[in-house]
């Protein structure tokens, strides 16, 4: 089986560094130059399909089949009913079984109000930021059940992290256990975990799966401090919140192999735009998790015992 992949684009033209064309369209060309099955992304693709057409006729219309996850913008500009038509999902969460692997994508996208799950929808999460990133009961239920009866191998796929020991999903301990029971039952039963959202390039095997965290395709968000002067004033002037970013100089994807226990990933090497790192700006050079940021998506090849 073999896959592009990528996570993060914020596409939003004025708004966010690098939201052109180009880049999807690049995506498409290289699935097909590598002969990749198929595109899957790990959300924010966009804050509201919606709004970019120009964006979803591109993967509409892309001779190579698109898999989208929902994050935490997608749903910002777009209703959560309307994206997932957009985006040709049955649901939040959802299964598709291709080349001898079931694909199982996740939906962290959750607040928790008064007991109930409120999924995020046009931009609600903002008015509870203490209590979001839940996975309900329910969507743990069926994550159990579709691993355990798949025939097939299972690669998990969502935007939050379910292995970041601080700013995971809240529920990543259960998904945690989910899977090792899985594995416990029949080894290498889950082999892989990817997630978005952190922008970070980082690879952990834990209980003898990969974790992949896998770096946005185009910035680190700093937020604070903000920045003027960095770039050349054009570009400040063109994307609104050039300002709260640190960009990389080239788009950031991986073409994705697996074979049997081996996953190996040839992902892309960039720079940061004009050299300009988190330092430089004054910001925290680590995440919460100690994870720094660098302009690439690594290469390795992984082999599970």
């Not at 990528?6 to 590598?34: C, K, W």
């Not at 899985?182 to 390039?201: I, T």
């Not at 680190?220 to 050039?242: A, F, I, R, T």
């Not at 788009?251 to 049997?260: C, D, K, Q, R, S």
Request: aromatic share 12%; proline share 6%.
């Amino acid at each position: 089986m073999k896959f592009l992949m990528f996570a993060d684009l914020h596409y939003a033209p004025g708004v966010f560094y690098g939201s052109d064309l180009d880049t999807p369209r690049m995506f498409i060309r290289r699935a097909q130059e590598e002969n990749c099955d198929f595109i899957l992304h790990a959300g924010d693709l966009c804050h509201g399909p919606s709004r970019v057409p120009e964006l979803m006729e591109i993967f509409d219309n892309s001779p190579i089949p698109v898999y989208h996850c929902l994050g935490n913008h997608d749903t910002d500009g777009t209703s959560y009913a309307e994206t997932l038509r957009l985006y040709h999902m049955p649901d939040g969460h959802y299964y598709f079984d291709t080349c001898g692997h079931r694909i199982l994508v996740l939906d962290p996208n959750y607040c928790k109000v008064d007991g109930a799950y409120v999924h995020y929808d046009m931009g609600n999460y903002f008015q509870w930021p203490g209590n979001r990133d839940y996975t309900p009961p329910e969507q743990l239920a069926w994550l159990e059940k579709a691993i355990e009866e798949s025939p097939y191998p299972c690669i998990l796929v969502s935007h939050d992290s379910y292995e970041r020991e601080t700013t995971s999903s809240r529920d990543y301990k259960q998904v945690q256990s989910i899977i090792r029971q899985a594995n416990e039952k029949q080894p290498h039963k889950v082999l892989m975990v990817m997630n978005g959202h952190h922008h970070r390039d980082f690879i952990r095997i834990l209980d003898n799966v990969i974790h992949w965290d896998v770096n946005s395709v185009t910035y680190d968000w700093v937020g604070e401090p903000e920045h003027q002067g960095m770039y050349p004033q054009e570009l400040y002037e063109k994307w609104s919140c050039m300002k709260n970013i640190v960009p990389y100089t080239d788009p950031l994807y991986a073409i994705v192999t697996v074979e049997g226990t081996t996953v190996t990933i040839e992902g892309t090497q960039s720079t940061m735009l004009n050299g300009v790192n988190r330092e430089h700006i004054g910001a925290r050079l680590l995440d919460n998790s100690g994870r720094s940021v660098t302009p690439c998506i690594q290469s390795c090849k992984l082999t599970l015992l």
